[in-house]
């Protein structure tokens, strides 16, 4: 059985940082691609960042660019977002998600398998 377990998340205040980690069982994570997305009261879940699997080339929105980190550590089956110079704006349930295979893909329908998502909240 496939299975994403994010951690990571809480309180943080503008300007703080925050590492969210992503582990994956029942399967191995080398082949597949990561996605992070995050989901705020009473909008949509956005994309986020996105990792491929055999060269860890990277994909982020504009909103974090330059304040977010993607990476993965497939010996550890583990997936992480850095996450820098936090602004209320990024207050959201952060979900990772896996796909097979090499394509970067932005969108929620693209992949196959989600957890369970972890809370983060920028607030002084």
């Known amino acids: 059985q496939v299975q994403l377990v994010e951690s990571g998340g809480g309180l943080v205040q503008p300007g703080g940082s925050l590492r969210l980690s992503c582990v994956a069982s029942?399967?191995?994570?080398?082949?597949?691609?990561i996605g992070w997305f995050r989901q705020a009261p009473g909008k949509e879940r956005e994309w986020v960042s996105c990792i491929r699997s055999y060269d860890s080339t990277a994909s982020y929105t504009d909103s974090v660019k330059g304040r977010f980190t993607v990476s993965r550590d497939n010996a550890k089956n583990t997936a992480y977002l850095q996450m820098d110079s936090l602004k209320p704006e990024d207050t959201a349930v952060y979900y990772c998600?896996?796909?097979?295979?090499?394509?970067?893909?932005?969108?929620?329908?693209?992949?196959?398998?989600w957890g369970q998502g972890t809370q983060v909240t920028v607030s002084s």
């Open positions: 029942g399967y191995t994570l080398d082949y597949y691609a």
């Open positions: 998600a896996a796909r097979p295979g090499t394509i970067l893909a932005t969108v929620p329908s693209a992949y196959d398998y």
